[in-house]
């Protein structure tokens, strides 16, 4: 595969994975929208088409920082880098690039399964009852309070997931039958 070929699919899913990621902010100026952003999409969508598998984690996980301290900005009016529960945000959604990394074969089933799955993990993993202080008990019970009060932002997640990996997938595999240059070494072989 030329060199061309490889730097122009990567720079299309870079492109669309930063358009994505500016619709972060659309979020914070309609509070309806809590947690219906494409993160989670993103980080799928990085890890079943980057045919580098590095460069799926690099990219999702840049784009994520760069737009946190973006949005942290908007919150706070002061530049935050890192805060007590970073590691963990960042921990999940490279979970979630390796989900999509799982997405052999791109069709709505297995989009929606990687969906699904990854808005568990979410789930689980961020509501934690520890990682953000003291606004739950520190035990299973209030784990469990936890991930009730967390349903409305993970169904917001959930419903994000499915329209934003509708674009993003949809959107690069059009794009793909209408473009030779962004299809894989594997997919031309076929």
């Excluded at 003291?134 to 917001?156: D, R, W």
Aim: hydrophobic letters at 55%; glycine letters at 6%; proline letters at 2%.
């Amino acid at each position: 595969m030329s060199t061309q070929k490889i730097n122009t699919r990567n720079i299309v899913l870079v492109l669309m994975i930063l358009a994505a990621i500016a619709l972060r902010f659309v979020s914070y100026e309609y509070k309806t929208l809590s947690n219906f952003t494409p993160v989670g999409a993103v980080a799928l969508f990085g890890g079943a088409y980057f045919t580098d598998k590095w460069k799926a984690y690099l990219v999702v996980l840049l784009a994520l920082f760069i737009s946190d301290i973006g949005i942290n900005y908007l919150y706070t009016s002061k530049l935050v880098f890192w805060y007590s529960g970073s590691a963990w945000v960042y921990l999940t959604f490279a979970l979630m690039v390796f989900i999509g990394t799982l997405i052999k074969k791109v069709n709505v089933t297995n989009v929606a399964i990687a969906s699904l799955v990854s808005v568990c993990v979410h789930w689980l993993i961020i509501d934690l009852p520890w990682i953000y202080g003291t606004l739950y008990a520190h035990n299973l019970s209030g784990y469990g309070q936890s991930l009730v009060a967390a349903i409305p932002f993970e169904k917001n997640m959930l419903l994000a997931d499915v329209f934003y990996c509708a674009v993003l997938f949809g959107g690069f595999e059009f794009a793909q039958n209408k473009y030779t240059i962004l299809r894989s070494k594997k997919q031309l072989a076929v």
